[in-house]
């Protein structure tokens, strides 16, 4: 919009501001570093502060000097005011109206003054055109940063805020796009008579995001409340929204913090700097998490885990790391192995992934379907800023969603296969403390793993990546390993694996003995020396265990090979012997002569790499010896 018709007269000279006029000046204005060398009479018949600063100047009224040293919006604001006093052409548009409301308001150009002075006008434009406008709505509204204080006295600030959730709850098709914005590349568009409209954009129901996201995270904090309490807009759109926002706002997280840890011993200013930028970071990473949405799938769970390697990153709140966490734990079946490797950057110790994280997110998908506290601790978010109704009900509504949903049995199953996979990942760690890689894989419940082939192939590069481990804690990992669960590939690689210790290999050889008696129909029984070696690891020798599939299909990454191991002449005797011998519980039960005069035994030590003919061979010796008895 354009106001007054006379041409701009303005000009400088030797630092100065003035006007080409026949009168000579009587007025000098001070606004921050630039003088004004202006008249009294166009400026003190509309400004009804500068009537009052003259009246009590003890100046010479012959050139009186006002100081406005805090004057809003600057030299570019009061000057617009001043060339309207001087019926100067003025243009006024989204980018100029609120620096402009708050000079005029601050000189006081009213409507007792003079009628249809400053104010009046700018609000008519304000309120017929501005909010009229979708981008006119948002960028007016983003201006305010300039002046907060000022837009909020001044309610700019809310009601531009009430006017865009207003159409973002309106079909597009009502939305008029822009009056007057134009993005400052064509300036088309000069009256309130524009019919452009959101036509030109996607059918989507979320069309309005992309936009938004141009607004700082406070004003956008407040934006999506408003939206949010219309009750209208659905959680996924809510959720696009924030997907989108984040990859405009948090790029390439990872690498700043990389490039800050580089530059933190170069100076104490760009230390100063990097720190800010990630506090920043940080306080907009914690905005996005109190704006999720309460359901369950409103936004994916490899998002979820993004914000949560940035929470990480950016070392945020406790309290955001654990809702984070929590949703994670939700929906976790969605999530893949390279969702979960989230890094550490923890200076108390040398692991590289965060581990406990995980573990947070797994015993919050093991306790969906259970009640929460009566009364749950809220947390508070470091935003100085007051939280609305709708806010403070989220946490609330996110953990009636969770009572609400229940892991399925599919979901538990998914959830064994992907910790599996990651504990393969985790162990290569060799930092990695024990109780944490037992812990983790003991949070799976038993009837969720149908086998234990992924859970063995783990405990195999643990224990490869950990050779410094002794015998009791090689035998306290092996525990929570169910031999009944391994596959014909997976024992006949553990019955030959150097690693493991005794007590697992017996048990391989014992239940795949179990599984090929069963198979053939008939069942032998054991030798005495075994069965005293089984009693002595807790396995009832007169209790067979039910056969296992041998059809489990496999996949090709999970096929054991044992083209690593030597051939079984060269490695017939002193690999199990070399287990017997340090395993001093199987030596009390089997005395070391024993083992290498009873023929029995020799069988048993014997490890063919044919599983068929190895058990076949087995139980041929151990029949005749019986027999022989």
């Not at 040293?69 to 609120?98: H, M, Q």
């Not at 029984?525 to 299909?553: F, Q, R, Y």
């Amino acid at each position: 919009m354009k106001l007054g018709s006379r041409p701009d007269t303005f000009y400088t000279a030797e630092s100065i501001r003035t006007i080409s006029s026949e009168v000579s000046s009587d007025l000098i204005i001070q606004v921050k570093g630039t003088r004004y060398l202006l008249h009294k009479f166009p400026l003190l018949s509309k400004c009804l502060r500068l009537q009052r600063l003259c009246s009590e100047s003890s100046d010479s009224p012959q050139q009186q000097i006002v100081q406005l040293p805090e004057f809003p919006g600057g030299v570019e604001a009061f000057e617009l005011c001043a060339k309207f006093c001087y019926g100067i052409t003025i243009t006024l548009s989204a980018y100029n109206i609120v620096t402009a409301r708050c000079a005029a308001e601050y000189l006081q150009m009213t409507e007792d003054v003079e009628k249809g002075n400053l104010i009046y006008k700018l609000d008519v434009f304000f309120n017929s055109c501005i909010l009229n406008g979708w981008k006119d709505s948002i960028v007016t509204l983003q201006t305010t940063k300039a002046l907060p204080l000022w837009s909020e006295d001044l309610a700019i600030t809310s009601r531009c805020i009430e006017t865009i959730a207003s159409k973002v709850l309106s079909h597009p098709s009502k939305v008029s796009l822009s009056h007057s914005h134009s993005r400052r590349v064509r300036d088309d568009v000069s009256s309130c008579n524009g019919t452009e409209s959101l036509r030109h954009k996607s059918a989507s129901k979320g069309w309005w995001a992309e936009d938004l996201a141009d607004l700082s995270i406070d004003l956008y904090w407040r934006t999506m409340i408003a939206i949010k309490s219309g009750g209208k807009t659905p959680s996924n759109l809510i959720g696009d929204a924030l997907k989108i926002y984040a990859s405009r706002w948090l790029p390439n997280i990872r690498k700043n913090v990389h490039v800050k840890r580089e530059t933190e011993s170069n100076s104490d200013s760009d230390s100063d700097s990097a720190s800010e930028v990630s506090s920043k970071h940080r306080l907009l990473l914690e905005s996005i998490v109190s704006l999720l949405p309460a359901e369950k799938g409103a936004v994916s769970c490899s998002f979820l885990l993004k914000l949560l390697k940035a929470a990480n990153i950016l070392k945020a709140s406790a309290s955001s790391k654990v809702e984070l966490a929590t949703r994670v734990g939700l929906q976790l079946e969605e999530a893949s192995v390279n969702d979960l490797l989230i890094r550490s950057v923890s200076k108390t110790n040398n692991m590289l992934y965060e581990v406990d994280l995980v573990m947070t997110i797994l015993e919050q998908f093991l306790l969906q379907g259970q009640s929460p506290p009566t009364s749950p601790p809220r947390s508070r978010l470091t935003i100085e800023r007051r939280r609305s109704r709708s806010a403070e009900n989220i946490k609330f509504e996110f953990q009636e969603s969770r009572r609400s949903s229940s892991a399925s049995h599919g979901s538990k199953l998914k959830v064994a296969k992907l910790v599996d996979s990651y504990l393969q990942e985790v162990a290569r760690d060799v930092n990695l403390p024990l109780s944490k890689f037992i812990a983790l894989a003991e949070t799976i419940p038993d009837f969720a793993r149908h086998d234990h082939d992924d859970l063995y192939r783990a405990i195999d590069i643990y224990l490869k990546a950990h050779p410094e481990l002794n015998k009791n804690e090689r035998k306290r990992l092996c525990r929570i390993l169910d031999c009944k669960k391994l596959s014909v590939e997976a024992c006949m690689h553990a019955a030959q694996n150097e690693l493991l210790p005794l007590r697992v290999v017996v048990q391989v050889l014992f239940f795949e003995q179990s599984r090929a008696a069963a198979a053939g129909g008939k069942v032998t029984d054991m030798p005495s020396n075994i069965k005293a070696l089984l009693t002595a690891h807790g396995i009832d020798p007169s209790k067979h265990t039910a056969p296992l599939s041998t059809t489990t299909s496999i996949h090709a990454d999970d096929n054991w090979s044992v083209s690593g191991f030597k051939s079984p002449k060269s490695t017939r005797n002193p690999t199990l012997r070399m287990k017997l011998a340090e395993d001093d519980l199987d030596e009390n039960v089997v005395p070391r002569d024993e083992i290498g005069r009873t023929s029995r035994f020799k069988g048993l030590l014997a490890l063919p790499t044919q599983p068929k003919r190895m058990f076949s061979k087995l139980w041929a010796t151990n029949r005749t010896a019986t027999e022989k008895n």
